[in-house]
């Protein structure tokens, strides 16, 4: 069983900056693409970022693209989202996902990830 643990989120003020974690355990993490969503309220829950196993490759929702960065330590099996330039508009619950299987490489859609974190609260004060 994969478990997932987000932390770092909290409250910022617009241009500020934030940094996620997920921290994974169960399976051998440096084998497996891992990606970002976040759901804000009354929203449904949308594509943040994703990387690659190695970590070599990423791709981005174009609302955080050049803002946010994704990144993963394989070692200490955490993935990780730098936030900067925050607008009020990111505010949202962030989640960490992980697919079933390896064979899943860079997914944008919720529906390849299988595992998911409890979600951290990433709040943006205008």
């Known amino acids: 069983q994969v478990q997932l643990v987000e932390s770092g989120g909290g409250l910022v003020q617009a241009g500020g900056s934030l940094r996620l974690s997920c921290a994974a355990s169960?399976?051998?993490?440096?084998?497996?693409?891992m990606g970002w969503f976040r759901q804000a309220p009354g929203k449904e829950r949308e594509f943040v970022a994703a990387i690659t196993w190695s970590g070599g490759s990423t791709n981005y929702a174009d609302s955080v693209k050049g803002r946010f960065t994704i990144s993963r330590d394989n070692a200490k099996s955490t993935v990780f989202l730098q936030m900067n330039s925050l607008k009020p508009e990111d505010t949202a619950v962030y989640y960490c996902?992980?697919?079933?299987?390896?064979?899943?490489?860079?997914?944008?859609?919720?529906?390849?990830?299988?595992?998911w974190g409890q979600g951290t609260q990433v709040t943006v004060s205008s």
């Open positions: 169960g399976r051998t993490f440096s084998t497996y693409a």
């Open positions: 996902a992980a697919p079933p299987d390896s064979d899943y490489t860079l997914p944008r859609d919720q529906r390849a990830y299988f595992y």
